[in-house]
């Protein structure tokens, strides 16, 4: 729960002068849980007590976007839970792991003054007391774009999102659209698990200059940073001049584009079908693909992606 007041008392002197004052007292009571037993009993407590469980899984260093998925949440009527667990299974690069950055004091911090009311905080331990062997089939969903660049990815956020699912046991879980193949992925391992868990995506939340909020973006070095909206500039100018181009047209001339100045290098970039993922080779009748990209500044990994609207 959290308690503001807003305090403003006017004193006017002479008719010309106003004193303005605000008062903010925040009364939190957000609380964090480090092992899964101590947080099964709360969670066990707020169903007794007729709560709905909205979930947001997280791997911290906390931003906008991630307090988007919060307040939505909230807003859905939901006790709402963050984790925040850096999966070492989902890294298929083990320097992408170690840089990965962490805060947790902040996370908790930014999650106490964005209206959370428990965060979940577990190290491997909790999370992998043995080690998690499971195989999950996905088909083309895991094998595409982030599934071909990234081998085991996939598998990797399928094991840590059912065990969390498994410790928080949620009504609702909350993903943001940013990380588009993951959420169909999840969407895939909700069904193939029969999990009872409704999944939501959430719009991308964007920096003003365009680039796509990320954990990451805190590793860019000034000069990639600078130059790292023009991917999002990019692909919003090729949503705008699709029609005249075909795909393949329009696929050379984002990656040209974005590459023009030698200092961001692509991946990948393609137009998908939004639901089964699969590469389009023509334009499709309704609104059902997506072009997703995946660009190197330097060392540090981007993703985004974009509608392409018929
Ligand atoms: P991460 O901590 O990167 O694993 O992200 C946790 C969740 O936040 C995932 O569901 C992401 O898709 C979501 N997320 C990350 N960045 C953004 C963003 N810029 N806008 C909306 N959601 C995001």
Request: glycine share 6%; aromatic share 12%.
């Amino acid at each position: 729960m959290t308690l503001k007041i807003y305090f403003y008392p006017k004193v006017f002197g002479c008719g010309v002068q106003e004193y303005f004052f605000t008062l903010r007292f925040f009364f939190t009571a957000m609380e964090v849980f480090y092992t899964v037993q101590s947080l099964t009993k709360k969670i066990k407590q707020l169903k007794q007590e007729g709560f709905k469980i909205g979930f947001v899984p997280t791997m911290g260093a906390l931003h906008q976007g991630h307090v988007s998925l919060v307040y939505l949440s909230q807003k859905e009527g939901n006790k709402t839970i963050v984790s925040i667990f850096v999966n070492p299974t989902q890294f298929n690069d083990k320097k992408d792991l170690a840089r990965y950055p962490r805060n947790l004091e902040k996370d908790i911090e930014i999650l106490k003054n964005n209206e959370c009311d428990l965060v979940f905080a577990p190290d491997e331990k909790e999370i992998y007391p043995e080690p998690d062997n499971r195989i999950f089939e996905f088909g083309t969903l895991a094998s595409v774009m982030e599934g071909k660049f990234r081998p085991g990815h996939f598998n990797g956020v399928a094991q840590v999102v059912s065990r969390l699912f498994d410790i928080v046991k949620p009504d609702t879980a909350y993903f943001g659209n940013k990380d588009f193949q993951q959420l169909a992925i999840v969407r895939e391992m909700v069904r193939i698990t029969n999990s009872p868990v409704k999944i939501t995506g959430c719009p991308i939340v964007r920096e003003a200059d365009g680039l796509a909020m990320s954990s990451r973006n805190a590793l860019l070095e000034t000069n990639y940073r600078k130059e790292a909206p023009f991917i999002y500039q990019t692909l919003k100018k090729a949503t705008l001049e699709h029609k005249e181009k075909n795909i393949s047209e329009i696929k050379k001339w984002v990656i040209e584009t974005i590459e023009a100045n030698g200092i961001l290098k692509v991946e990948y970039f393609d137009i998908v079908d939004k639901n089964s993922l699969i590469s389009l080779q023509t334009w499709p009748e309704k609104d059902t693909c997506i072009g997703c990209i995946a660009v190197f500044a330097g060392k540090i990994r981007l993703i985004d992606n974009i509608d392409f609207e018929s």
